[in-house]
């Protein structure tokens, strides 16, 4: 049988080791693991949330209401639009997903940081297209303004803040980035780490009836994954014109967020005390692996995320190896080899759970 | 922006109604609203399942383990094959999502019955390909080979038991078709509502083991959505070929089934005494529906699923007429207008639940 030629270049995604892995592989057992490798709430998930999905485990063999009124109610609340501005996704991967295939053929390209998420990438391959990146660790707006110009790109992907790095662009820069791209050019904006950006700097809060309003052109996209600990339960969304949205949904699933996902992230929403209290401690904790970093003369990434990127002596260390002996004894953090850096990203954890981090750190490096 | 033209002839496609609609809409209590539109299990989800998702809610923020590896070898336990033949989808609707995009271009076809699962056409329509179907309302094998011959489809769809007829394919007839058709040419099997054909006449049952052990072309899929009663958690599975299974994987996003989905559809292959019972009791009451029709004189397709289509005379009953009457009563059921037949399409329920429905319905038609 002949299977899409395109199939053949695309890259497989590697995901931060799970926990059963490491069970598997080196016999540690469970609550002895420590996984700090997928940017997941440390703090787990809201009460709140835990409760109502122990109530709703009847609803588990009907299908959803496939309109997702509720969801997307709560949403268009939270962000000040309209609900058809909003999409459900299962995780945010599945918008990226629809804006790769709404608008890219075999032969277009698109264009993206140097250093990012890598799934984006992939979506284009999966459609046939080109990924052009910039040749910089941090986002360069001068240098995606060129390679715009000069590759005609059908989406540009920003980040901000950014995964893997940790960098974030300020909103005036970006809004004068986006006045001199063509409103044919659709502009996704990964925005999964806002709420810790503009925790650390206001500057760096991009809002999407904001930035939607004024350039219709972008597709503001963001998670449950993060800062509200639904990383496993695959739901993120959407916010966009209603041109975009319609759009989308032609290529929408029905029932493409789970029953319970969807009660649990509109449930999530309600509470906003667990979410700040979250944004406090990461700061918090994030401040003492950059003293960390600092004394042992290690170069790192200032991070307006939930995790943090340090780089390792080259002619001293390998991140793969440091990564391996970290794994062995049950410590997952993510190793950024394939991304062509030689650096560890470390999921800012509890307080109990970076000071073991910390401990065995400072052993080896 | 220009979106892909192929988007445009796509049609939505139209699930069942939900319970919380006819709640917001006519203002009944949801506890009075009887739902017998969507082919879920009248039974719920096995006790066992319900347990264990309930202890396994603090498992919320931690993204799943993306190699699926105790599902992947459950289910490979269940149908005999190896775990590299399994692939896990976001209900069995990814699966064929997975199919199409893998053969798929503009201009390409496929070959499908008459009346069948209309998210099929939908996804070879998102790839631009288009749909043949037989003109036969139960699936004629004759005809799907001279369609089959004249337009040299990429893929054929079928559907044993199919929805929304309830008609099945003796394994028989099947493997002779299947020997007609060239090595290149996808065939899916879909095998949702197998248990319950299977069930009835054991000449129905198609193994996935030995049909893709004769014919490396198809592809079997199922669902945990009827028999195991997950239809709100979305979870499916595709067995085929390591090549194929292979290919579907290049298409797969990271994550695609949920944390506590998956764990639910492993706990649910443990309780073989649930879905035994619901197979006995949905044999047992689809006679009551027979009998009804027998006794008014109504035209009903044998089912061998969990449901059962009655047309309605066309000289006396409008089916959406009956439905709305139904439907501002609380009562769901499937009107199958769209599918160009005036029949009502009924999930068999609980008896107490099929008393209710019976009851109005002899008053209706």
Redesign the interface.
Known sequence: ????PA?DK?P??E??K????VV?EYGISPEKVL?LA?N??PY??SPK??EV??EA???????????Y??LKDALAKTHGVDAKNVIQG??S??IF?FAT???L?PGDKILQNGKTFS?YSIYAG?CGAETIQTSSELHDLNQFLDLYKKHSPKIIFICTPCNPIGDALDKSDLYTFLQKIS????VVLDAAYMEFGKTRDLRKEVQAADVISKFP?VLYTNTF?KIY??????IGYGIASE??IR?F???R?????????QL?AATALSDREFVENYLKENLKEMVRYENFAKKKGLFYFESYANFITIKLDQAKLDSTQTFDTLLKEGIILRNLKSYGLNALRITIGRPEQNDRVLERLSELL
């Not at 049988?1 to 899409?4: H, I, L, S």
């Not at 799970?18 to 892995?21: N, Q, R, V």
């Not at 493409?256 to 996902?261: C, R, T, Y």
Request: hydrophobic letters at 35%.
């Open positions: 049988m002949r299977f899409q199939l695309i497989a995604y995901a931060g799970p926990i059963e892995l598997r996984k997928s997941e709430n787990g998930v949330v835990s999905i122990k485990v009847y609803k588990m063999p009907l299908y959803p209401d496939d309109s009124k509720a299962n995780g991967d599945q997903d295939r709404s608008v053929n799934m999966q409103s044919d050019t659709m052109n994954s600990g639904l990383g496993g339960m695959r041109e975009m759009a949904y032609k290529l699933p029905p029932f493409n967020v789970s029953q319970l996902s649990a």
